[in-house]
Every structure is written in C-alpha cells, then in structure tokens.
C-alpha cells in the first residue's frame, strides 16, 4: 500500500474548516487518504463504515496499550444517539483533524458523554 502520512495531514489541515465540522468528515478523511495514495474506489459513505476499508486497502487495527497516537493514526468512531453515521479523524501529529480540528479525538458533547467504541487505523 502506497501511504504517504505527511500528504494525508497536509490535505487533512488545508481543508479542516474552522471552528466546527460541517458533518463531512468522511469525505474530508477520503479526500486526504485520495492524496496520500489510497484508492477509495468502494469506500464507505458513513464515517463508523470506514474501519474495513481501511483494512481492506492495507491498514492495520491499532492494538498498543497505552496507545500512543502517531502521524497518520486515523480513528473510526461508532455513532451516538445524534450521529448515526459516527465520526472518522486523522492525526497530524499534534491534535486530530477531521473536517474541523478537534480538541481531542470525540469531537463533540454527545461523543464525548456516550463514549462509542473507537478503533485506530495505522498505514
């Protein structure tokens, strides 16, 4: 798998839209894996659908605890009761990005109070 992390935050931070997302964070995620070198042909339309895409195009399911996010990470988040379609972000070595830069990886109140599961791809 071609993946260039430094293009894929790049894209991920040129984009990002601030203060708040715009609900269109899988497109934004797609854009910049699309940048880095990831064919999306097939890919997902809701952000919680990504996690076997992105294993299918070569990236592997972050199992280290304590994890330690690193350049690239990218985080599959489930829904909560006010998002069905979930939430994806990238890591750009400092803060997560989505179609916003976030504060810290749940991006808002309701992800923030009902905790979904979150898995962590690295390519």
């Not at 999306?40 to 809701?46: I, L, Q």
């Not at 195009?57 to 199992?63: I, K, M, P, T, Y």
């Amino acid at each position: 798998m071609a993946f260039d992390r430094n293009k894929f935050v790049a894209v991920l931070n040129k984009d990002a839209l601030p203060p708040f997302g715009q609900g269109i964070c899988a497109k934004h995620v797609r854009i910049a894996l699309e940048a880095a070198g990831v064919n999306s042909a097939g890919h997902p339309v809701s952000a919680k659908d990504y996690g076997p895409f992105l294993k299918k195009v070569g990236f592997a399911v972050v199992s280290e605890t304590p994890y330690v996010a690193q350049l690239g990470d990218i985080g599959v988040i489930q829904g909560t009761s006010k998002s069905a379609h979930g939430h994806i972000a990238g890591y750009d070595g400092t803060r997560w990005v989505s179609d916003f830069v976030q504060k810290e990886l749940y991006p808002g109140p309701s992800y923030r109070t009902e905790k979904p599961k979150i898995e962590i791809y690295r390519g």
